[in-house]
């Protein structure tokens, strides 16, 4: 059981977990047997004593992406660093100094010593994971610190990513702290350019932007800046040579759900803020970036489904289970996981609906229609498909689409492997609303009576009716055939 909420026992437990030697001594935790390592182990009580990562270390962690960002060259490597750790203060996003953790951070040597130790092990990007590496400048001297730190960078030639964001009042005149110049929220137009321009070879090449909108209450609304301001602060930042920023907004207070006209208008180099989407008219974004509504995730498994079979097929298709239910004998089954009204035994959705979908080894699955489009992804095994006039062979990864009312069916190949697939239908705008109420019908009838007669094709209508299919020499004939 871990007791330790702060995470600075998390290595030695995963360490003890696993069976490797520990990394530190084990702490924060009870064990099985009742005995408890003390509470907390006693670490350097300046970071400026932790020690810097070996280059054997540095050299393994090193990365050649991150999270689809266009890189320099496609031989750009990427290292990281965490040169501080804590927070100044409690807000609602983390609850940091509960855990008595104040703010600290690594002198300027130091800090440029583990950027110094990426370079030489090839990186010419590095991620700086800290959100709190402005804490600085609410120290004496700290500003000098930062920039003396982003010079330094420079001179290696190295590019920073800031991809936790940094906490933007602390980029004003004012820094938000209590002094003489505390209320001046004005833009720090030279700490802004140290920590943001990029010259093609150095300085910033990414950054993460917060909208820093609090979740819950006003009482820590004071760390963060009034709205315009940010607005301001966004506008100063934008205006960088920066190549790449992504902007996350958390919508909090009750007036943040007019979010059309948070952005819009206040910060024309970020775009417009519309229908839930940060649009950039100037290709600063990388991406969208989108707000997340109420609905819940949710994950279900087939386990917990019903396996089904088509109830309008014959009996000796579907098997003996009632009520559409499929059972040992059934030549297919399929578990619906998404469409109109599955709650709770399946997502709710009114415009498609999607199942996994199995057919035994050898076994045909009759030409069929019905009036929704259709497709089908194949991620298991293998057949020889009909649809319409085209005959072909799918595979895992083979996608088909069945365009509405064209006859259709499969016949697996393989005498041993299950045929799996993925299958859905969707409604367009120019379709009927209650298609999903016709599902599919086989479209031989008479030749659907018996596994021995049915074919994946369709068949002329001359050459089917209702009289019984009669088998002599292996040859299937027909009496009384007429139109």
């Known amino acids: 059981i871990v007791l330790d909420k702060s995470g600075a026992a998390n290595g030695s437990v995963m360490d003890y977990v696993l069976g490797k030697i520990p990394r530190d001594e084990l702490s924060g935790v009870m064990l099985a047997n009742g005995s408890q390592p ?52 409690k807000c609602d996003f983390c609850q940091t100094p509960n855990y008595h953790v ?29 959100d709190q590496f402005l804490g600085r400048v609410l120290k004496k001297e700290g500003r000098e610190d930062v920039l003396e730190i982003m010079k330094g960078i420079r001179e290696m030639e190295l590019g920073v990513m800031w991809f936790n964001g940094l906490e933007l009042k602390k980029m004003t005149r004012g820094r938000g702290i209590n002094r003489k110049s505390g209320d001046d929220l004005t833009p720090d137009e030279e700490l802004i350019s140290a920590l943001f321009d990029w010259d093609g070879k150095s300085g910033c090449y990414f950054a993460y ?34 190549p790449h920023i992504r902007y996350g907004i958390i919508v909090g207070f009750e007036e943040d759900s007019r979010h059309s006209e948070l952005v ?28 997340q509504q109420g609905e819940t995730p ?30 040992k004998d059934s030549h297919h089954y399929y ?15 009114e415009n498609i609906f999607c199942a996994s979908y199995y057919l035994k080894p050898g076994k045909t699955y009759p030409a069929h229609n019905h009036p929704s489009r259709e497709f089908y992804f194949i991620f298991g095994g293998e057949a020889r498909w009909q649809a319409g006039d085209k005959e072909f062979d799918v595979k895992a990864g083979s996608f088909i689409m069945h365009p509405p009312y064209v006859p259709h069916g499969m016949t697996n190949t393989s005498q041993t492997e299950w045929l799996s697939a993925l299958t ?21 009838p008479c030749l659907s009576q018996s596994p021995n007669t049915a074919v994946r094709h369709k068949v002329p209508l001359s050459q089917c009716n209702s009289s019984p299919v009669i088998e002599e020499k292996g040859v299937t004939t027909k009496e009384n055939t007429k139109d």
């Not at 932790?50 to 266009?70: A, D, F, M, N």
């Open 38 to 89: 003390p509470p907390r182990v006693r670490w350097p009580s300046r970071i400026e004593d932790w020690p810097l990562p070996t280059q054997s270390v540095v050299k393994q962690c090193l990365g050649t992406e991150y999270r689809g960002l266009q890189l320099p060259d496609e031989n750009t490597l990427i290292g990281s660093v965490f040169t501080d750790i804590g927070c100044d203060r």
């Open 102 to 130: 104040g703010f600290r951070a690594m002198s300027p040597e130091r800090t440029l010593q583990w950027f110094e130790s990426q370079k030489q092990a090839g990186a010419h990007l590095v991620l700086n994971g800290s």
């Open 209 to 242: 932007l917060p909208g820093e909108r609090p979740m819950l209450g006003r009482e820590n609304y004071s760390k963060l800046l009034p709205w315009q301001e940010h607005c301001e602060m966004m506008r100063a930042i934008a205006r960088t040579s920066i």
């Open 264 to 291: 819009c208008g206040a910060t024309p180099e970020l775009g417009c803020l519309e229908e839930n989407v940060v649009k950039c008219s100037h290709g600063c974004f990388e991406d969208k970036v989108y707000l």
């Open 298 to 327: 949710r994950v279900i498994h087939e386990d917990d489904l019903e396996k089904k079979v088509n109830a309008s097929y014959p009996d000796w298709y579907r098997g003996s289970a009632p009520n559409g239910l499929a059972d």
């Open 335 to 349: 578990y619906t996981l998404i469409g109109p009204g599955l709650a709770p035994a399946g997502i709710d959705a």
């Open 424 to 444: 859905c239908w969707w409604i367009e705008s120019d379709d009927p609303k209650d298609v999903f109420n016709y599902g599919g019908k086989v479209t031989n």
